[in-house]
């Protein structure tokens, strides 16, 4: 069984835990290098992108997980997550770090505040019927580079990508009980055979 973390640092990191090991995953928290270097595969949770990229500086995360992932660890960003993973960022603080890895450009809370947050039934590349889609101060993609693939949009903006090893979506995956997106991640991770190093 592949062995999965969540950085668990700040965010949305239990229901992501809980839904990894419903489908066999070896599923744990990610606070510390020696964590990280267990990891098969990782997820970037929900949460808030610049507190989270503070904490994994302030925790010695933030390099190592950069190299880890330029090293080919499957890593999978949901809504902040997915901001942390972007190349570039629209709409962040001037002193915003991302992890990178992802070459897209991403806009902060692109639809809106907390009370503009809505749901939505989505086709999403690789699954035979709609993701029922929770947008929380969702970011979106703004622009892709050539090796992406938008797996899914939401009023006219990709909010689920692809590139090789790296996947992300805008919205969140793991509050609605419906693992078939992690389960397309875990099967990414295993089928990437990355065995974790250290």
């Known amino acids: 069984m592949p062995a999965i973390g969540v950085f668990a640092l ?8 809980q839904t990894l090991t419903a489908l066999g995953a070896d ?37 190592p997980l950069r190299e880890r992932i330029a090293g080919g660890m499957p890593t999978f960003g949901t809504c902040a997550g997915m ?3 972007a190349d570039r960022i629209e709409g962040g603080t001037a002193d915003q770090e991302t992890i990178g890895g992802l070459d897209v450009t991403v806009r902060r809370n692109a639809f809106g505040r907390q009370v503009d947050s809505f749901e939505a039934d989505l086709p999403f590349t690789g699954l035979d019927a709609p993701v029922h889609a929770v947008f929380i101060r969702a970011p979106w993609v703004e622009a892709t580079g050539p090796s992406v693939e938008v797996l899914a949009r939401a009023q006219d903006h990709p909010v689920a990508v692809r590139q090789g090893h790296l996947m992300a979506t805008s919205f969140h995956p793991e509050v609605d009980g419906d693992g078939r997106v992690h389960r397309l991640f875990v099967e990414m991770v295993a089928s990437a055979g990355v065995r974790a190093q250290g």
């Open 27 to 63: 599923a744990f928290p990610v606070r510390r290098p020696t964590e990280l270097a267990r990891c098969d595969g990782l997820v970037l949770p929900g949460g808030e992108s610049t507190t989270m990229s503070k904490l994994a500086r302030t925790f010695e995360l933030l390099d």
């Open 83 to 85: 901001i942390l993973l």
């Open 10 to 17: 700040q965010g949305d990191v239990r229901e992501h835990l």
